[in-house]
Nanobody, 116 residues
Framework: QVQLIESGGGLVQAGGSLRLSCAAS????????VGWFRQVPGKERDFVAG????????YYTDSVKGRFTISRHNSKKTVYLQMNSLKPEDTAVYYC?????????WGQGTQVTVFS
């Protein structure tokens, strides 16, 4: 099990930016792929962005391409999600997890609320 802790969410006006952090507690993330996901009440948790273990490959869902950037700092055991040009439809609880998720637990997530 890899325990991951999300932070950095908040309330922001449309067009603004936030940077989310995903920190590993205990073991390193060095050899693990990591993804960001988001969920709104009543809907499934959706993939947002992913990064491979070395940081050489990144993946994004279409709705965030060009606005969000995923990156990692392996020595700090942290993966980031820089979110720019935020839209109200980006409002959700954001989670990170290793990929593939397998049986790894989900953290508490961090709430992002974008108002117009």
């Amino acid at each position: 099990q890899v325990q991951l802790i999300e932070s950095g969410g908040g309330l922001v006006q449309a067009g603004g930016s936030l940077r989310l952090s995903c920190a590993a507690s205990g073991r390193t993330l060095r050899n693990l792929n990591v993804g960001w996901f988001r969920q709104v009440p009543g809907k499934e948790r959706d993939f947002v962005a992913g990064i491979n273990w070395s940081g050489s490959n990144t993946y994004y869902t279409d709705s965030v391409k060009g606005r969000f950037t995923i990156s990692r700092h392996n020595s700090k055991k942290t993966v980031y999600l820089q979110m720019n040009s935020l839209k109200p439809e980006d409002t959700a609880v954001y989670y990170c997890n290793i990929v593939p998720i397998g049986s790894n637990s989900w953290g508490q997530g961090t709430q992002v609320t974008v108002f117009s």
